[in-house]
């Protein structure tokens, strides 16, 4: 297991510290920045072209996760997350499946927000079972090696009880939470630009 130094230690305090969040200081672009870039533009062309064509997958462009970002968006978002955390924190987490795993995390095909909707089998403990489900949903839509599963099935740590056991799963479970911060306090404006199909 990685072991954080002191200056990957600082670089997570002050990419996840928000409580000093102030909106006029705060820059929105941090996102899009990140979908600008071509190499990580590349990167998730290279490692999940089959997912980001796939019929199922563009339907989670019609559920909304979190204000006015989509399921798909925020997979998008979590995946260069990911890229530019394990980057950053020189973690070496293997590139193709943290993202493979990254943008499938949430892939659960239903809107999570109507306790009515097929699929939603449990809408008040959402955030608990979720997993499972889009982990069932990938395995039957894409062919997924053991990390990319680890990484859906424990991506919502600490409600997922057991810790994620790779150093993918790990990157994964951190950008999450991080994209969720930035979409959740409206940081993010606007959709995105980028055809990633």
Not at 36 to 62: G, P, Q, V, W
Not at 124 to 144: C, E, Q, V, W
Not at 161 to 166: A, D, G
């Amino acid at each position: 297991m990685h072991r954080f130094n002191e200056e990957e230690k600082e670089i997570l305090r002050r990419v996840f510290d928000v409580r000093g969040y102030d909106e006029d200081a705060f820059d929105p672009e941090i996102l899009d920045q990140m979908e600008a870039d071509e190499d990580y533009k590349e990167l998730l062309k290279k490692h999940a072209s089959d997912i980001l064509a796939s019929e199922k997958y563009n339907r989670l462009k019609t559920f909304i996760q979190h204000g006015n970002v989509t399921v798909y968006e925020h997979s998008i978002h979590v995946a260069l997350c990911a890229i530019k955390l394990n980057r950053k924190l020189g973690v070496n987490a293997k590139e193709r499946q943290m993202v493979r795993g990254a943008l499938l995390h949430d892939y659960f095909l239903y809107d999570w927000h109507d306790g009515e909707a097929p699929g939603n089998i449990h809408p008040k403990l959402h955030g608990f079972y979720h997993p499972g489900i889009a982990l069932k949903n990938a395995t039957r839509d894409f062919s997924l090696s053991e990390r990319e599963k680890e990484i859906i099935r424990k991506h919502m740590w600490p409600l997922t009880v057991k810790p994620p056991r790779c150093r993918e799963a790990w990157v994964v479970c951190m950008a999450d939470k991080y994209a969720s911060t930035l979409e959740t306090l409206k940081l993010k404006k606007g959709k995105i630009r980028v055809n990633y199909a």
